[in-house]
């Protein structure tokens, strides 16, 4: 499924929220909902004038308070409303929620490694990257099916959330996602719609895109 659509120049914005408490102590959040850290207010005000000056036609973000919390900034800035999904929440992660990343290491140290390796694996119990990206992607392609041609969405959500959704609509397989770095709080990754589909034009950053020049596109 690479999301192909009718409309042509149309673009996705995805934005991880802004830094929490969990996120500095490198403790898995989940599913959970934490809230931004002062910091991670900063952050999202900061990115939010940025990301207004790409003109978004919509905003969809998860309901959970971090990402909630986030959108608000650029909803103020921008004057749009942010329609919030659950299918956008970050991944269910079962007993691996509330652990730091030794912890985890230290109790699921098999589990973890197969993850890495890029293997299905349900962690602590949890969902699959391919489900996340089963109830995520659709509530993206739904929105950027709305946007006019040559729009703009901005799909505010959580790091393992948008690598699954990237790779689902660039039509990788599974076990390649984690080739996707990962993003940094408050940084985006912009896909755009080209012949064959989305392609990835920009990714984990924080200052305004700039024109490819003397691609081959």
């Not at 934490?34 to 940025?50: C, K, M, P, S």
């Not at 119990?125 to 703009?152: C, N």
């Amino acid at each position: 499924m690479n999301g192909t659509m009718s409309g042509r120049g149309r673009r996705i914005v995805l934005w991880r929220h802004g830094q929490t408490a969990w996120n500095i102590e490198r403790r898995f959040q989940g599913s959970l909902d934490i809230e931004l850290t002062d910091t991670g207010v900063a952050q999202a005000h900061r990115a939010a004038r940025l990301l207004a000056g790409l003109r978004p036609d919509a905003i969809v973000a998860s309901d959970l308070k971090r990402v909630v919390a986030t959108a608000a900034e650029l909803a103020t800035v921008t004057g749009l409303t942010v329609d919030h999904y659950a299918g956008l929440r970050e991944t269910y992660a079962g007993e691996w929620q509330g652990l730091t990343h030794e912890e985890i290491i230290e109790r699921f140290g098999d589990q973890y490694a197969a993850w890495k390796r890029g293997e299905p694996v349900r962690r602590g119990g949890g969902e699959l990257e391919s489900e996340v990206a089963d109830r995520a992607a659709p509530v993206v392609l739904e929105a950027a099916e709305k946007l006019p041609d040559g729009g703009t969405l901005v799909v505010v959500s959580h790091g393992g959330t948008i690598r699954t959704t990237i790779g689902r609509l660039l039509g990788l397989e599974p076990h390649t996602w984690e080739a996707l770095g990962g993003l940094s709080n408050c940084c985006w990754s912009v896909l755009g719609e080209g012949a064959r589909g989305w392609r990835l034009l920009e990714h984990n950053a924080g200052s305004l895109p700039e024109p490819v020049l003397g691609d081959d596109a």
